[in-house]
């Protein structure tokens, strides 16, 4: 079972289109998919049709009730099934505040469960607080949409050092699958350098033991399609709103290229090299190129639109304060827990 999470803490970008829409087309190639909605807004909730109310069993009970998450999979189309989200979700962190292992909640009510889906689809909320957290903990791999423009990659730097923490900490095999850009316009020049940009740092980070050293760049691109925007008011995919759109196209190709990763895929639990003791940890905390600290440079062209054009590496900037990387920096000094297998 390949368990995906969709985040990025930069709202608007394409999280819930893209769970939406590559959860319908992998379901169209016939495999079974579990969407799961973590974030209160409810839009992916919306988007299936289904009413977001407290009267239908949601993430919200199986997350604060101990509710068995059987109970919460509502099936909604052919081959896709959902756990709906509520405006209760919104409670959730707080009511959790003082329960141990609330990170991994999701993980253990899904391992107790088993359910039977080939993919899992976890829709993140617009944060990098528990929901995302809970979605981390459970994941083996991190999809990020992200739309190409301009200051596009600020935060990526505070969004890979999360998925560097979890990983370290609760989830060795989390890796980063890729980067999909969303609302994509290839006829500007910025989207070029933000693309340049991504990929100087992919690159930069090929055989060290991050977790997003094999991410990639998706050669499907989303591109900005009206189509997209309207279908979730019908209570609709884009494959059934309209199944000839380049909105649909396009999150097929998504499927395509992401079910070709299937050789590719880390199984859930696998050890890899991200899990070392975080004393040894290869996560520069200041800025270094490669560090998730290097992107987003206000000097480089995305940064910058008036630069001429992007630098062959990216630069150094620290997206990180002085204080969460003093909180970073502790953390580090911290042993291992016992979660690690290794
Ligand atoms: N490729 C696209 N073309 C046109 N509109 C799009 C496209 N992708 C997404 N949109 C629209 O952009 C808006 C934001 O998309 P979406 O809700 O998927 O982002 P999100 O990252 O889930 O947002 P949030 O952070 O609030 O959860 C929506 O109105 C959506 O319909
Ligand atoms: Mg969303």
Known sequence: ??????????????????????????????????????????????????EPSAEIVSLYNVLIEDRSILEAIHQVQNNVALIPSSIDLAAAEIELVSVLGREQILKKRLESAQPDFDYVLLDCPPSLGLLTLNALSVANEVIIPMQPHFLALQGVGKLLETVHLVSRRMNPGLKVAGIV????????????EVVNDLSSFIESAKGKP??????????????????????????????????????????RALAK?????????????TVVAT??????????????????SSIGNPQSAVGNPSKPKSPPKPKLA??????????????HKVPETATNPT
């Not at 004393?279 to 270094?288: F, K």
């Not at 620290?318 to 953390?331: D, G, H, Q, R, Y």
């Open 257 to 269: 290229e992401i079910l070709g990763m299937e050789g590719t895929a880390v199984a859930p639990g």
């Open 318 to 331: 620290v997206l990180v304060s002085p204080e969460e990387a003093a909180k970073l920096k502790a953390a």
């Open 275 to 292: 899990a070392l003791p975080i004393a040894n940890s290869a996560l520069p905390i200041e800025s270094t190129a490669g560090s998730p």
């Open 210 to 251: 991050l977790p997003w050293a094999s991410a990639r760049i998706f050669k499907s691109k989303i591109r900005r399609n009206i189509k997209l925007a309207e279908s979730p008011s019908f209570g609709q995919t884009i494959l059934t709103y309209d199944p000839t759109s380049n909105g649909a196209a396009d999150y």
């Open 1 to 50: 079972m390949r368990i995906i999470a969709l985040m990025n803490q930069k709202g608007g970008v394409g999280k819930t289109t893209t769970t939406v829409n590559l959860g319908a087309a992998i379901a169209e190639a016939g495999k079974k998919v579990l969407l799961i909605d973590l974030d209160p807004q409810a839009h992916l909730t919306i988007n299936y049709g289904v």
């Open 181 to 192: 850009l969303t609302m994509f316009d290839s006829q500007t020049k910025l989207t070029g």
